[in-house]
């Protein structure tokens, strides 16, 4: 029975994987790029001739430019930030390291009109850290503008991702074995030689799937860049797809634009992970982590770096969902309970509680699918020679690279002329989910999982360990904190997301993210952040449950 | 005996059936957008009111915003699931109708509507609500604010206005046509471009555009008239004021209409006849808050914080539909010099 299992299962996964990414997003796009334009009949969606037109206007190429060139700041930002915080935990075990390096997802729950309203808190003219400086100086006017330019871009940028950073490097770096930074040492070299000449080669696949993940999350962003850039001085051609979708109904255009886009990040992308595959760290046996109140006692210079890094990067992860909980408990200057009495009143139009538990299940729902497909794409991808791997990646990244405006046209478009009340709406938004989440679920595991040790197979065959077993006391705890993370990222995606529900837009599938809007188009500011910090709480909590349950097995 | 048994078992499963009919039957399906049918809008409210009337059921579906519904129900068109669309404003109304959405029908209750909102003469639309785009300032943070739509370019007010982005939102599209109403196309440019540096940002859509200026980070936000009386309506502070600019302000009017091949034609012309009648109209300033078109109460007093116009501008929706494209391009390249 084991033996059947274990013969079928990796094949079974593949193909669904296979199933779920053909059929959930390759099918539904190919569909609608190789048709007509559905509101002008016998016209193709695919021009040649517009996308000539469009590159001819030099406007438009800034504005190309200008795409790539604020998400490759954001990506690098992001990684300058995250990496000392990869080396902290690493290095050092401090009260409070374990939810450091846990929560690190947690700016992605948040709608990202609701991260630009915590920001404009947080770093406004009039927020908190300017409100701070003027007291401080005793000055008159705010004396640090931190939004409303390209800095207020990557300012909003590197607050959702730079945790990222940290958390995929610091799980790689955890790994490399300490004999490479003895040998160094007693070589004579100094820790900076070290770094730069062993550690640093030794997680550059980690810092490569990093930039990858957040150079194309900051590609797609919205209204971080509208909003926090100042407005129109810095358009994006995510703006512009925007447009063409929603406004001008344009969607030749706007399908156009966002193959244009995808494919240029793509490329981009692949030059880049060429080179990470021919690395393969070998043995992991890292140094015994130091505890840092006792090196701070002993003055150690790093340890004080260190210290100072963790209070300004909490300062700045930490300070603006801080800014979110605060705005939800206070009313009219004063302290209030409202906002949270109200959503969870007892009243015949209450429709929170319908909203937190069809966020709670779509967001298991697909964070699991996204595992699975994800753990199918890992097969495939190790299965398929290597000379095509890099194609395969990029046709799985594809994915998050492309427009999700353009992509959801083209579903509903499918929806409508196929799938039309045979599937229900709530497996719909899981699968969505879960196809937009396991191009992440693959970054963050990847590495992990080329981690692994060669010679654990070889061990295993020679000491003939059954692979489930072998699977059950080795793998697995190797991959589990990894697979947990992954787990925790695609969940939070999908709590997190909004443009994919807004097409289905059902009351079966209206989730705590649509809540929020609600809220907020009807004036009720407080209660949308209130809503807010529910999600993440809630968040918080199922991923303790998660990981609770997960250590029980052990 | 087993007979009789029999036959009571059929007939609780004949009448369970019959009774459980009407609740899944859809009498009238209805196409808004998300914020008319949020637990605060006026959707509860109203559907449920016209479900009472005509004993019937309706389902509502609510996806998006506005322009996010409109390119729904073009793209349904040929099979439309919806029988009434509520919820097209005057600046989308030509791009409906070069799609050829509608089923006319005029609701004998359109008598009751001012003549100035009837825009539509072929009856395709029936308006429900208007409002006036304006800026809002805040009492308590700008002892001086701006007197009129030049004054608000003056370099006084440098960084202490946010707008929505034309591109992205109903009101910020409005704010461009209200520029082309009063400078025309030969200064609306100039306009902008006197503009810009009071513009501390330009927002992707009205919420974060006024939670900005409700967290105190501007004095100056581009909203609509009737805002402040929310503010007297639920928080009891006059602290919010609307500015009315002798230049003219500009409306915008809502719409809803049957959808051309619609299943439930005569529920739908109902429903049309329901919107002007008081248990919608007179839902409408509270919830949706914006003028009804035809009231029969008088507006609540929180409407006293809401300004007249002196003066109201328009643009035709047939010059809008020739015209926006090249705005909107113009006022890119103009405001990201």
């Known amino acids: ?554 | 005996m087993l007979k009789q048994k029999l036959s009571r078992w059929l007939a609780g499963i004949l009448l369970s059936t019959t009774l459980a009919l009407p609740a899944f039957a859809q009498d009238l399906v209805v196409y808004t957008y998300d914020s008319f049918n949020t637990e605060w809008g006026p959707g509860p409210v109203v559907f449920k009111a016209f479900e009472e009337q005509c004993s019937c059921k309706v389902q509502v579906i609510a996806p998006g915003d506005s322009g996010s519904l409109l390119s729904r129900t073009i793209l349904e068109k040929a099979n439309p699931k919806a029988d009434v669309l509520l919820g097209v404003n005057d600046s989308e109304l030509a791009k409906s109708f070069k799609h050829d959405l509608w089923e006319p029908y005029r609701s004998p209750n359109l008598d009751r509507v001012p003549e100035e909102l009837r825009l539509d003469s072929e009856y395709r639309v029936t308006p429900f609500d208007y409002g006036y785009i304006a800026f809002i300032y805040d009492s308590e943070r700008l002892s001086s604010p701006p007197t009129s739509l030049a004054d608000l370019s003056d370099p006084r007010f440098a960084g202490k206005v946010v707008i929505q982005s034309p591109k992205t939102s109903s009101p910020g599209l409005s704010m461009l046509h209200w520029t082309v109403a009063v400078y025309g196309e030969e200064g609306y440019l100039e306009y902008w471009d006197r503009l810009r540096p009071n513009l501390l940002t330009i927002t992707d859509g009205w919420s974060s555009a006024y939670g900005m200026f409700t967290k105190g980070e501007v004095p100056i936000v581009l909203s609509y008239v009737t805002s402040p009386a929310y503010h007297v309506e639920y928080e009891q502070t006059e602290r919010y004021k609307a500015l009315d600019f002798p230049e003219g302000m500009f409306r915008q009017v809502e719409f809803a209409g049957i959808l051309k091949g619609a299943k439930n034609q005569q529920r739908a012309r109902e429903f049309i006849d329901f919107m002007l009648t008081s248990g919608f109209q007179d839902v409408i300033p509270l919830t949706n808050w914006m003028y009804p078109v035809a009231p029969e109460k008088a507006l609540p007093d929180s409407y006293q914080a809401a300004v007249r116009p002196a003066k109201t501008l328009t643009l035709s929706p047939e010059e809008i539909e020739e015209n926006n494209e090249r705005w909107l391009r113009s006022w890119s390249r103009t405001m990201a010099q």
């Open chain 1, 1 to 554: 029975m084991s033996q059947l299992l274990e013969r079928l299962l990796p094949g079974f996964l593949q193909i669904l994987a296979m199933l779920l990414l053909v059929g959930g997003f390759y099918l539904p796009l190919l569909l609608f790029l190789g048709g007509q334009d559905p509101l002008q009949p016998g016209v193709s969606v695919l021009r040649l001739d517009y996308l000539l037109e469009f590159l001819a206007d030099p406007w438009n190429l800034r504005v190309l430019g200008f795409s790539l060139e604020q998400a490759f700041w954001s990506a690098v930002l992001s990684i300058l930030l995250g990496l000392p915080g990869a080396w902290l935990l690493t290095r050092y075990d401090f009260p409070g390291r374990a939810a450091l390096q846990r929560f690190a997802y947690l700016p992605f729950l948040l709608p990202s009109i609701l991260v630009v309203l915590a920001m404009v808190l947080f770093f406004g003219n009039q927020g908190w850290v300017n409100q701070a400086l003027m007291s401080l100086f005793g000055l008159k006017e705010p004396p640090v503008q931190f939004l409303y330019s390209l800095n207020g871009i990557l300012l909003g940028h590197v607050f959702y991702n730079f945790p990222l950073a940290m958390r995929l490097i610091g799980d790689q770096w955890e790994r490399i074995s300490a004999k490479y930074s003895l040998a160094a040492r007693m070589l004579g070299h100094s820790p900076l030689y070290n770094f730069l000449l062993v550690t640093l080669p030794l997680i550059l696949p980690s810092i490569l799937g990093a930039f990858t993940l957040i150079f194309l999350l900051c590609l797609n962003s919205f209204a971080i860049i509208l909003v926090l850039g100042g407005g129109v001085r810095h358009t994006t051609i995510e703006v512009l797809i925007y447009q063409l979708a929603r406004i001008d109904l344009d969607f030749s255009g706007a399908a156009v634009l966002s193959l244009l886009q995808s494919g240029l990040a793509i490329f981009t992308l692949l030059l880049l992970l060429k080179q990470h595959r021919k690395q393969r760290p070998i043995r992991q046996q890292s140094l015994p982590r130091l505890w840092l109140p006792d090196q701070l006692r002993l003055r150690r210079p790093e340890a004080w770096l260190g210290l100072a890094w963790l209070v300004a990067a909490l300062t700045f992860g930490v300070g603006p969902l801080l800014a979110i909980v605060f705005d939800s408990l206070r009313q009219a200057d004063a302290f209030t309970w409202d906002a949270y009495q109200v959503l969870f009143a007892e009243r015949e139009n209450n429709r929170f509680f319908s909203a937190l538990w069809n966020s709670f299940r779509i967001g298991l729902t697909s964070a699991l699918l996204a595992s699975l497909l994800g753990a199918g794409l890992l097969i495939w991808l190790e299965r398929v020679p290597l000379r095509l791997r890099a194609g395969l990646e990029g046709l799985i990244l594809l994915p998050m690279a492309f427009s999700t405006v353009v992509f959801g046209v083209a579903w509903f478009h499918l929806n409508q002329s196929w799938l039309a009340g045979s599937v229900s709406l709530f497996w719909i938004a899981a699968a969505l989910h879960a196809i937009l989440g396991c191009p992440y679920w693959l970054r963050l595991v990847l590495p992990t999982w080329r981690a692994i040790p060669a010679q654990w197979h070889t061990e295993s065959k020679i000491l003939c360990i059954p692979r489930l077993r072998f699977w059950r006391i080795v793998l697995w705890p190797w991959l589990r904190p990894t697979l947990l993370l992954a787990f925790g990222f695609a969940f939070a995606l999908s709590l997190g997301e909004l443009n994919s529900i807004l097409m289905i837009a059902d009351e079966t599938v209206r989730t705590l993210p649509l809540e929020i809007y609600s809220a907020l188009s009807g004036y009720r500011f407080h209660q949308a952040s209130a809503v807010g910090v529910i999600l993440l709480a809630m968040s918080v909590g199922l991923f303790l449950l998660v990981e609770r349950t997960a250590l029980l097995r052990e």
